[in-house]
């Protein structure tokens, strides 16, 4: 094993941005460029003797930048290590603020973290399509097919389809000219799907009631709205609130002014955390499935982020959770608790 530690970061697979250290080492014109220690140790030792670890994850680049900052500093993998030199503080996001069309819709976004919260899919996902080189059109589109393909068959009006985006298709039934996003969003606020399918889209312009401590207030529209409910608040993205009121919520969920529609699925878990004093570690989505650790009065918002604090394998970690297995049971075979 070399004695010596290079941190890195990726939007692939580790195994695979190894595979292209390995390649590079052997290109003689890369010596003197950014990894040219580990390049060096590479072509002197073998890729053999090296252990390939994945620390950390992150959902946004800047995180990502981070905790490479960080594990650099912690193991001192510049000057007692692989690490050439310190991390850059910032990195060139591959998605600037701009506007793309997607599935014949035009989006308008601020960053790739803003794009996926509006298709309501993963960043990770969005970056691995990244990694191998497809545009940011031809990246979306694979993250939202890798999200359908979660969603699993249904059955609406008697028939039955694979995905929302099929079901978007089905123009005698989708008579509102729904999109498959619009379907599973209002479907995640708390629609059934026959609903979500049902309800004319909510029309533009229209004025905005909100109630604001105990106070009725009209405006003109949704932008009014949020330009002056901003001015002495914290409002979630614009763009959030407009896709919110479209999926049916109310004006008051929409604008973040009271809890959203899908958080009574985890009504128990909350309770833990605002009666009985557990640490809500993680941000709770419409999709999450919490782990509560009794013992330590803590509450992740998903299995991997359970797995991860714990060091455990995510994969077994979940499939042993599916199979019935206590969380208590897990933590006693680990070590964790005598």
């Given at each position: 094993?070399?004695?010596?530690?290079?941190?890195?970061?990726?939007?692939?697979?580790?195994?695979?941005?190894?595979?292209?250290?390995?390649?590079?080492?052997?290109d003689f014109s890369r010596r003197s460029?950014?990894?040219?220690?580990?390049?060096?140790?590479?072509?002197?030792?073998?890729?053999d003797g090296f252990v390939v670890e994945e620390v950390a994850e992150a959902d946004t680049q800047a995180e990502l930048n981070a905790l490479e900052t960080r594990f650099i500093k912690e193991y001192d993998?510049?000057?007692?290590?692989?690490?050439?030199?310190?991390?850059?503080?910032?990195?060139?996001?591959?998605?600037?603020?701009?506007?793309?069309?997607?599935?014949?819709?035009?989006?308008?976004?601020?960053?790739?973290?803003?794009l996926c919260r509006q298709l309501e899919v993963s960043y990770s996902t969005l970056q691995h399509w990244l990694g191998k080189g497809l545009s940011l059109e031809k990246a979306s589109?694979?993250?939202?097919?890798?999200?359908?393909?979660?969603e699993g068959e249904f059955e609406v009006f008697r028939k039955r389809y694979r995905s929302y985006t099929e079901l978007a298709a089905d123009k005698k039934l989708n008579r509102h000219g729904l999109s498959g996003r619009q379907i599973a969003a209002r479907v995640r606020s708390g629609m059934t799907i026959r609903?979500?399918?049902?309800?004319?889209?909510?029309?533009?312009?229209?004025s905005v009631e909100v109630e604001v401590g105990g106070e009725q207030r009209t405006?003109?529209?949704?932008?009014?709205?949020?330009?002056?409910?901003?001015?002495?608040?914290?409002?979630?993205?614009?763009?959030?609130?407009?896709?919110?009121?479209?999926?049916?919520?109310t004006a008051e969920e929409a604008f973040g002014l009271a809890p959203r529609p899908w958080m009574a699925k985890h009504g128990d878990v909350l309770a833990l955390v605002e009666e009985e004093g557990y640490q809500l570690l993680g941000e709770l989505k419409p999709w999450s499935?919490?782990?509560?650790?009794?013992?330590?009065?803590?509450?992740?918002?998903?299995?991997k982020a359970f797995a991860r604090?714990?060091?455990?394998?995510?994969?077994?970690?979940?499939?042993?959770?599916?199979?019935?297995?206590s969380v208590f049971d897990l933590l006693r075979e680990s070590g964790h608790i005598d």
């Open positions: 094993m070399i004695n010596g530690v290079y941190i890195g970061q990726t939007v692939k697979r580790a195994q695979d941005r190894w595979k292209e250290h390995v390649r590079a080492a052997g460029k950014g990894n040219g220690a580990l390049y060096e140790v590479i072509r002197a030792f073998g890729p993998s510049v000057e007692n290590g692989l690490n050439r030199v310190a991390a850059p503080s910032t990195r060139r996001d591959l998605a600037e603020a701009g506007t793309i069309t997607i599935r014949d819709e035009a989006f308008s976004y601020s960053s790739k973290a803003d589109e694979q993250a939202l097919r890798a999200r359908e393909d979660t609903e979500a399918v049902s309800t004319p889209k909510r029309p533009k312009g229209i405006f003109d529209n949704a932008a009014e709205a949020y330009r002056k409910l901003s001015a002495d608040r914290t409002l979630p993205a614009y763009s959030a609130v407009i896709q919110r009121l479209e999926a049916g919520e499935q919490p782990v509560v650790v009794e013992h330590t009065k803590e509450v992740f918002a998903s299995k604090e714990f060091g455990l394998e995510y994969t077994e970690v979940a499939r042993k959770l599916k199979a019935g297995a």
